[in-house]
């Protein structure tokens, strides 16, 4: 089996233009030359190897990265790449660090909440990484609950400064990525009080290091958290604890975009919306999705290419085995998260519409879509960064043995991925949140107030509750308009039979308590059904490309028919389709994995990801994956002796009798 290319037959199959499929992926023809040109160049610089960090200490493990954000940042300088070009390549770098913090996090903070003239200040220095910052919000006893947070700035007239402290041992900053051993600067997250007043959560520029020594300032206590899920993994970034014991800044170091304090200690609303923070949120939000659909693909881009070259039973006289890939137990398993990967690519491209036009609204004053567009950033942020966690480990399970190797890649992924399901807002939470605000839009039907964005389809409330799926047979599954209603009218029964077994509480907060798991059904309802939405109005564009549009039809059929199968008892308990209807849908279902079966080593080949990417011994371009697992494993630190490090103490005394004289 050695030597041979398994994936050239596969390429031979393909129904589609891979290459236009590949800038379809990457969004545009402009991202896919800069993606690609980003991926090749960290793929062919040694400087960026890390096939070794499983076997590194977590101090070895630590400086490496060090090493490597620096020699990133000189390429930046040297290659004079844009701001895009630079962010690109440090998504190829493939390696948590704490730059990830300051260009995601703690720049977004201050040009969404400084004033101009703070922006003016800190952004240059930041943009030449001249200063390093964090994000230091969450803290040892409060994350979720924001306005719980303990850590203090009080103002202090006499002088014009704040003083920030840490009252309790929860009020600890903890987690915070780049706090634990770089960053310089954070924007943290305190109570203001002022004129002997509290004045909510608000957040200030506070210096943490000396800019020539590296040492903490006085009155601050700040170190890393220790080691955390995985090896190699997210261990790569210093997340930190910080403590103040009252540290003073200037007044002008509070981020006074939207709220001012007077150098008389009087606070003042600015003339700037309080909203406009929003627009950071959606911000954030919608790059956590993107990256969603850029783990996932990789995962699948994994699975897909070992299960074609992997061979188990089925062989006869001698022939070759059956591909994993064509047995049906693993299409229905792998061809869904393909599907997803994709649909998840695009409601990605559609938040980052929504961020633009958000912010161009909130600049209007405009707020009335607002609400919707943070309960929608909120809930497919949850969706997809959970869906895609479970989806990392299935692709594990469906290289069986191979994928609990860390050389295939998949455990150090899953490990690095997970913590997307807590970070910006705890999925659960998030998804609560989701259904206080869709609790809200229905009660608001026959108001007069029409729903908006993603809810529109509520303001069809009567048509929704009383519509009877129109499938007689198989093929009627493949209609656009047969799905998506199927998917409006369930998002709408479970939301409206939620609201009215809400009504039945007296305390309304007490009955949102107790139905608290019902509404979270009702959420990812809602939210299952934008995604699938926004895949259908994507197949609405004009897509070029030999066979391209019809394998994204498929693909969004398989996600819609999939999620349709997952969920049927959704489907069938709100009355939305009856069995016999559920039944052909499964019928559709087998036979859209029949028709993707051919094109699917080329869907996932149009990722366009360098093996130096995926760094996955299974999921290698051309196929051969046998001799690098077995090459791999001989570089394993435990081999570099024949006979182990403990034998003549602990092993020779056992295989001897001797042990009861052995000096353990």
């Not at 790569?236 to 014991?245: E, K, Q, S």
């Not at 149009?606 to 051309?622: E, I, M």
Request: glycine content about 8%; hydrophobic content about 40%; aromatic content about 10%.
């Amino acid at each position: 089996m050695e030597g041979v290319d398994h994936l050239a037959h596969e390429g031979s199959k393909t129904q589609f233009d891979v290459d236009e499929m590949k800038i379809v992926w990457a969004g545009s023809r402009h991202a896919f030359e800069v993606s690609d040109r980003m991926a090749r160049l960290v793929a062919s610089d040694p400087a960026f190897r890390k096939d070794n960090r499983v076997m590194l200490s977590r101090k070895e493990l630590f400086k490496n990265t060090l090493r490597k954000a620096a020699h990133a940042w000189k390429l930046v300088i040297e290659l004079r790449l844009s701001e895009e070009e630079a962010g690109k390549m440090r998504s190829f770098v493939d390696e948590p660090a704490y730059t990830d913090l300051h260009w995601g996090m703690f720049i977004p903070a201050i040009k969404g909440q400084g004033t101009e003239e703070q922006q003016q200040k800190w952004l240059p220095l930041a943009y030449k990484m001249q200063i390093i910052g964090c994000y230091a919000q969450t803290e040892l006893g409060h994350g979720s609950n924001v306005q719980g947070l303990e850590t203090t700035a009080t103002f202090d007239p006499m002088t014009d400064e704040f003083v920030i402290h840490s009252p309790t041992l929860t009020s600890s900053k903890w987690w915070p990525g780049g706090l634990g051993k770089v960053s310089t600067h954070a924007v943290v997250y305190a109570r203001l009080i002022a004129d002997g007043e509290q004045h909510g959560v608000h957040g200030f520029i506070v210096q943490l290091r000396s800019l020539d020594d590296h040492m903490p300032l006085p009155g601050i206590t700040v170190g890393d958290i220790g080691m955390k899920f995985g090896s190699g993994a997210y261990n790569t970034m210093d997340n930190g604890v910080l403590r103040f014991d009252h540290v003073r800044i200037p007044r002008n170091q509070m981020l006074m975009r939207v709220m001012q304090v007077t150098r008389e200690g009087k606070c003042a609303q600015s003339y700037v919306p309080r909203q406009l923070i929003y627009g950071t949120m959606v911000y954030v939000r919608q790059t956590i999705v993107a990256d969603a659909s850029s783990a996932l693909s990789r995962a699948v881009c994994i699975a897909t290419r070992y299960s074609a070259v992997r061979r188990q039973f089925g062989s006869q006289d001698g022939g070759l085995e059956t591909q994993v890939i064509d047995y049906k137990t693993q299409q229905s398993r792998l061809f869904p998260l393909l599907a997803s990967a994709y649909a998840f690519r695009f409601v990605g491209e559609w938040l980052k519409w929504l961020y633009t036009d958000v912010t161009q609204r909130l600049q209007a004053n405009d707020f009335s879509t607002l609400p919707e567009a943070h309960a929608c950033t909120a809930g497919l942020k949850s969706l997809t960064t959970s869906a895609t966690a479970d989806a990392i480990e299935e692709c594990r399970k469906l290289c069986g043995g191979h994928g609990y190797l860390s050389a295939s890649g998949l455990p150090e992924l899953f490990a690095v991925y997970i913590p997307a399901c807590t970070y910006e807002g705890d999925n659960v939470v998030l998804l609560l949140q989701v259904a206080r605000f869709l609790m809200k839009t229905v009660s608001q039907l026959g108001s007069g107030k029409k729903p908006v964005g993603t809810t529109a389809y509520m303001a069809r409330a009567e048509d929704l509750l009383q519509c009877q799926c129109s499938v007689k047979e198989v093929e009627d599954w493949l209609k656009p308009s047969v799905i998506l209603e199927a998917f409006e009218a369930r998002a709408l029964r479970m939301c409206v039979a939620r609201a009215q077994s809400l009504n039945q509480f007296p305390n309304p907060e007490e009955g949102f308590a107790e139905l608290s798991a019902d509404l979270v059904e009702a959420a990812i309802a809602h939210c299952q059904y934008i995604v699938v939405s926004k895949f259908i109005e994507k197949l609405k564009q004009d897509i070029p490309g030999k066979g391209v549009k019809e394998q994204l039809q498929i693909l969004c059929n398989i996600y819609a028919l999939n999620l349709l199968h997952k969920h049927v008892g959704d489907f069938l308990s709100t009355g939305c389709i009856t069995p016999k209807q559920a039944s052909l849908a499964n019928d559709q279902l087998r036979s859209l994995y029949s028709q993707l079966r051919r094109n699917a080593i080329a869907l996932v080949d149009a990722f366009n990801y360098t093996d130096h990417y995926l760094g996955s011994v299974l999921g290698r371009y051309d196929g051969n994956v046998y001799p690098k697992p077995y090459e791999e494993a001989w570089k394993d630190p435990l081999n570099d002796s024949v006979v182990p490090d403990g034998y003549h103490e602990y092993v020779r005394p056992m295989l001897k009798q001797q042990l009861r004289n052995a000096r353990l």
